[in-house]
């Protein structure tokens, strides 16, 4: 890895000097003249940096590639894509009030394009803000009306602020549009066990399940139905399947952090109980330990 970033770096330095440093030959040898790169040349140099700097996270050199994102910035403060990526460099070493402050600038640019709100959304829901989160989303969402991830993400942060009635709103217009985004539909499964609607929430989960078989509807399905009829072999089967794939299910602590509500979570700690369950959730733990 260390090999790669020297690599990059000896490019930039040889690009830099190439791009920057055009020294004329005059014959007064103490006092040569350097010619002012235009406008083109530096937002050409900045864009090599910034696939440079892309390289660099890439290779999991989150630091090295802000230092230079900040250089590209610097040199071309109107590349919106720039900044986007300097947002994405900041995230991942958890400074993230400057990664909103980047996508900010990038909004200014480009006020018309959604996915910056709907990322800077993503930022406010890690830093526990949603009522931030949903006001960035809604003004993502006025731009596209039909963007299936934006009502994802604003029925997660109605979920995060208790509006379980709203959440399920948008969850159902996430999936409308997109039939296939298994997540706005067991997310719907998640508000209506919440709601106390057991049956409902039953069939969006065994809906998610036929789209992807993913931990998440499989461990709440199982739940479900344990809530619905105790214990069966079919509740254990996919407890087991379910545990297997993804064994972070078996803590309170990622089913919260997964929007779990605490009906669900209460429900999933009695079935966990069970004389059926023990062994898988023992094997569960040892595998997150």
């Not at 900044?83 to 958890?94: G, H, K, P």
């Not at 809604?138 to 009635?165: D, R, S, W």
Request: proline share 2%.
């Amino acid at each position: 890895m260390k090999i790669n970033t020297q690599k990059i770096y000896q490019f930039l330095l040889l690009l830099i000097v190439f791009e920057y440093s055009f020294i004329t030959k005059t014959s007064y040898a103490f006092f040569p003249r350097i010619n002012e790169p235009n406008q083109q040349e530096l937002k050409s140099t900045s864009i090599q940096i910034g696939k440079a700097a892309i390289q660099l996270l890439q290779l999991g050199e989150n630091n090295e590639a802000i230092k230079l994102l900040e250089l590209a910035v610097k040199l071309n403060p109107k590349e919106k894509d720039l900044w986007t990526t300097l947002s994405e460099a900041q995230v991942r070493t958890n400074k993230k009030y400057k990664a909103i402050s980047s996508l900010d600038k990038a909004i200014k640019l480009e006020p018309n394009e959604q996915s910056i709100y709907f990322r800077k959304a993503s930022i406010y829901m890690n830093l526990n803000d949603p009522q931030k989160a949903k006001f960035s989303i809604n003004k993502g969402l006025l731009i596209n009306k039909n963007n299936e991830e934006g009502y994802f993400q604003l029925g997660n942060a109605e979920i995060m602020l208790n509006n379980y009635k709203s959440a399920l709103v948008a969850f159902k217009l996430s999936s409308e549009i997109n039939e296939n985004f298994w997540q706005s539909i067991n997310n719907e499964g998640l508000v209506l066990y919440e709601l106390d609607n057991l049956k409902e929430a039953i069939l969006k989960f065994k809906s998610a399940l036929k789209i992807s078989n993913n931990a998440e509807p499989m461990l709440a399905l199982a739940i479900s139905l344990f809530s619905s009829k105790k214990i069966s072999i079919e509740s254990l089967t996919l407890a087991k399947l379910a545990l297997e794939s993804n064994p972070q299910y078996v803590s309170k602590d990622y089913q919260a952090e997964q929007l779990w509500g605490k009906k669900l979570q209460k429900s999933a700690e009695l079935f966990f109980e069970m004389e059926e369950m023990k062994k898988i959730v023992k094997e569960a733990k040892q595998k997150i330990q």
